[in-house]
């Protein structure tokens, strides 16, 4: 008998609870096309492993089912590789006997021309020794050390004033999944498609997550911050003074799943 797909299971536990997508969606606060995707066997094909891990963990618990057998039989484990000797090839012939190279008889008496030029020479150098010329040194120029300016403005140092309020503006060059949160409130958690363009507000602080961060360009007050987002590996915490990484939360990324609901 074929096993179950992921998706089918997921049908089948959320019949028997008797349970529609709409309520599952208000008990994880997991947006109701990812849990579309899930029962279609769709979300592990456009999204990063890690995130689609943590969907499936959620979407398992609130049906109480076992989530390690699904994250498995979507992405089963990777058996190590087997290291290949490399094949000895046969010893190397031993090199062949050189043969006897014939010289002609002129070059021994241009050899010997020459030899017999250079013991003149020696005998006259030895009679009259050349006088040693004595070349200074030349000196050396002063070194020039040359400093480079600094760049006028370093996305490190990006702050924004507090009387400013904060603007997020997202642009995706390729598809990709993201979820902004905004003083406390979740704004958005979907799939931005390619050419999307998206802006969000918040008076203190965003908490940004992507799927793919280098699918999309993200401005700050008009400021790229799209270098710290790859360095944070897609997730930050945005403030006027500050961009620093955001935690691993459990469950799906930045997402506080409620704990402990399950359909009774």
């Not at 979407?59 to 390690?68: G, I, S, V």
């Not at 050899?111 to 017999?116: I, K, L, M, N, S």
């Not at 070194?143 to 904060?166: D, F, G, M, Y």
């Not at 050419?195 to 799927?211: D, I, S, Y």
């Amino acid at each position: 008998m074929a096993e179950q797909s992921v998706g089918a299971q997921f049908k089948q536990a959320r019949a028997e609870l008797r349970l529609a997508l709409k309520d599952i969606a208000q008990a994880t606060k997991i947006q109701p096309w990812v849990l579309e995707a899930l029962e279609q066997d769709t979300l592990h094909k456009t999204m990063s492993p890690v995130y689609a891990k943590g969907f499936i963990a959620t979407y398992a618990k609130c049906l109480r089912l076992d989530p390690e057998p699904l994250v498995r039989q979507l992405y089963p484990p990777v058996p190590p590789q087997p290291v290949e000797s490399e094949p000895v090839g046969p010893a190397s012939a031993e090199p062949a006997m050189r043969r006897p190279v014939d010289i002609p008889w002129y070059l021994f008496r241009r050899v010997g021309t020459v030899a017999v030029g250079l013991i003149v020479l020696v005998v006259m150098v030895r009679a009259k020794p050349l006088r040693t010329l004595s070349i200074s040194a030349p000196r050396r120029e002063a070194s020039v050390t040359v400093t480079t300016q600094p760049k006028a403005l370093r996305v490190e140092s990006l702050v924004i004033p507090l009387n400013q309020s904060l603007e997020l503006k997202a642009i995706a060059r390729r598809p990709t999944w993201i979820s902004v949160e905004s003083d406390g409130r979740l704004l958005t958690q979907r799939e931005l498609v390619a050419g999307a363009q998206e802006t969000w507000k918040a008076k203190r602080q965003f908490k940004l997550v992507v799927a793919k961060p280098f699918h999309v360009d993200v401005l700050l007050n008009g400021h790229s911050i799209s270098p710290l987002l790859l360095a944070h590996r897609g997730r930050v915490l945005i403030q006027h003074r500050s961009i620093s990484a955001l935690p691993d939360a459990p469950g799906t990324p930045e997402l506080k799943i409620q704990a402990g609901v399950s359909a009774e």
